[in-house]
């Protein structure tokens, strides 16, 4: 009994912990940083975090779920990131490598994340990826990437606030010990 106890603790603890791909809303904007983003996004597209980072929080999508799309869509040679093509079929190609996020982030948002965009279906990445790219390998691969980084970086953030709160009690315990010398110095 006290196993399953255990076991029903440690799972209810990490599912608080995880968000699920199912549910994760791609609209999301969770206030990482380029710092912290630049982790996780593959070594050719690094650079571009920044950039990442400012477009996804003006067009509210999840910085995490574009990481992670670019991780699998890039094309380098074309400044094409999210294997975008054009009506004919063939993959754009664009000047600059900031263009084709100003350009295509907006157009993911608007098209797959708006209510009666084109391509509209939902706003996981299930639903996107229906008219975005509807293989089980992509779906799979933009679950994982992108549910990783939401999730690694929380776990990293509540493992950063639980050494902020112990460095706080820490403090506030050696602001009360010093108080205690001083007034009994001042007796």
Not at 1 to 25: G, H, P, Q, R
């Amino acid at each position: 009994m006290k196993k399953i106890v255990a076991l029903v603790t440690v799972m209810v603890i990490a599912a608080t912990f995880c968000v699920t791909s199912w549910a994760y809303d791609l609209r999301t904007v969770s206030g990482i940083t380029a710092e912290e983003l630049k982790v996780y996004m593959h070594k050719d597209v690094k650079f571009l975090a920044e950039d990442v980072v400012r477009i996804c929080n003006e067009n509210g999508i999840s910085a995490e779920f574009v990481a992670t799309v670019m991780r699998w869509e890039r094309r380098m040679d074309l400044n094409n990131f999210f294997g975008w093509m054009r009506s004919d079929g063939k993959l754009m190609r664009f000047d600059d490598p900031v263009e084709c996020l100003e350009k295509i982030i907006p157009l993911i948002k608007k098209n797959y994340l708006t209510e009666g965009g084109k391509c509209f279906n939902g706003y996981t990445v299930d639903a996107v990826s229906l008219m975005y790219n509807n293989s089980d390998y992509w779906r799979e691969k933009i679950y994982a990437g992108t549910m990783n980084i939401v999730n690694s970086e929380q776990e990293r953030k509540s493992e950063e606030a639980a050494v902020n709160r112990e460095r706080t009690e820490n403090m506030i315990k050696m602001e009360y010990e010093r108080w205690g010398r001083m007034l009994d110095f001042c007796k």
